[in-house]
């Protein structure tokens, strides 16, 4: 037999009482802080649209120019090589510091701190001077007889001594980013590997650097980034990168300074901006094994929202 509670006075049961609404929280200072930094934010935009001083008419000219691309083609050769030699750098330095020998941790020492202390434009100089100081370059016995020599001033190409030069300095500090990726790491791993008596390299290769590349993923980006900017200073050894093709426009049309100068942060911008999307999925990538949940791509962060969206609207309608 049911029973069934009586739900008035009458004992009658009548129909259920509507449910109310949920209201959403009252956030009056964030839509403060919302107006706060639009208003000066859409004056700013505003501004740069419509002041005449920054002839958008001639930017739309220079910005697709072939010799725009051109320079911008050396600098992203000169990124390219200057990334890849730095890092390979960068690691042997950060092993040597951390290595059991007191000559290589010395010597890695030294290198880090000397090449971190010397402007790179200074470095770039010497480099571009060099065949000043040796004329020749040869391959033999140590303190003995030389086997090969080389012509310094046709081996050190113009691309040879910005790349050689960006390198140098880049894998200074690739090398501290390496080693605090390296000392992240849980010692119990390290501890494990040695206990499976796997070898060294093995240990390395496979436990050790695939754990670290979380930490030294981000560090490194932003050191791409600062690479990638500081191959403007390639100019100084002759080399016409973005920024030299835009210095030597500049001293020949001088009413397109301002427009020119617009083009080469535009070009920038969209170099980093590429380093910044590759950093999020290499990091994603990295982050396997380690995270429960996996950060939505742009991609799927967008779904959702129009997904969102479309729930919210259809809501609406219903009522």
Not at 6 to 19: D, F, I, V
Not at 217 to 246: E, M, R
Request: a positive charge; charged letters at 15%.
């Amino acid at each position: 037999m049911l029973l069934t509670a009586p739900s008035g006075p009458s004992g009658r049961s009548g129909p259920p009482a509507p449910a109310e609404r949920v209201q959403p929280l009252r956030r009056p200072r964030r839509w403060v802080a919302t107006v706060v930094v639009l208003v000066p934010a859409s004056q700013a935009v505003h501004g740069l649209l419509t002041n005449p001083f920054y002839q958008w008419d001639r930017f739309a000219y220079w910005v697709t120019r072939p010799v725009i691309l051109d320079g911008l083609l050396v600098t992203l050769q000169v990124a390219a090589y200057s990334a890849v030699l730095g890092l390979l750098g960068g690691i042997l330095l950060a092993l040597g510091r951390l290595s059991a020998s007191p000559v290589l941790r010395t010597v890695s020492w030294t290198y880090i701190w000397l090449l971190r202390s010397v402007p790179l434009v200074v470095v770039l100089l010497f480099l571009y001077n060099l065949s000043a100081l040796y004329p020749t370059l040869s391959v033999g016995v140590p303190f003995g007889p030389a086997l090969v020599t080389f012509d310094e001033s046709k081996l050190a190409t113009d691309m040879v001594v910005a790349a050689v030069g960006l390198s140098l300095v880049e894998a200074a500090y690739a090398a501290e980013v390496v080693r605090a990726g390296l000392l992240s790491v849980d010692q119990g791993q390290h501890e494990a590997a040695a206990a499976l008596g796997l070898p060294k390299r093995y240990q390395f290769t496979r436990i050790v650097f695939p754990q670290a590349l979380r930490s030294i993923v981000p560090g490194y980006v932003n050191q791409l980034i600062g690479l990638v900017k500081a191959t403007s200073l390639v100019f100084y050894v002759s080399l016409l990168d973005l920024f030299g093709s835009v210095q030597s426009l500049g001293a020949t049309y001088p009413g397109d300074v301002v427009p020119l100068l617009l083009v080469a942060t535009a070009w920038y911008v969209v170099l980093t901006s590429v380093v910044s999307v590759m950093q999020f999925y290499v990091e994603r990538y990295c982050g396997r094994g380690a995270l429960r949940t996996m950060p939505p791509t742009p991609v799927q962060r967008a779904r959702s929202g129009l997904r969102a969206l479309r729930a919210r609207v259809g809501k609406e309608t219903a009522r």
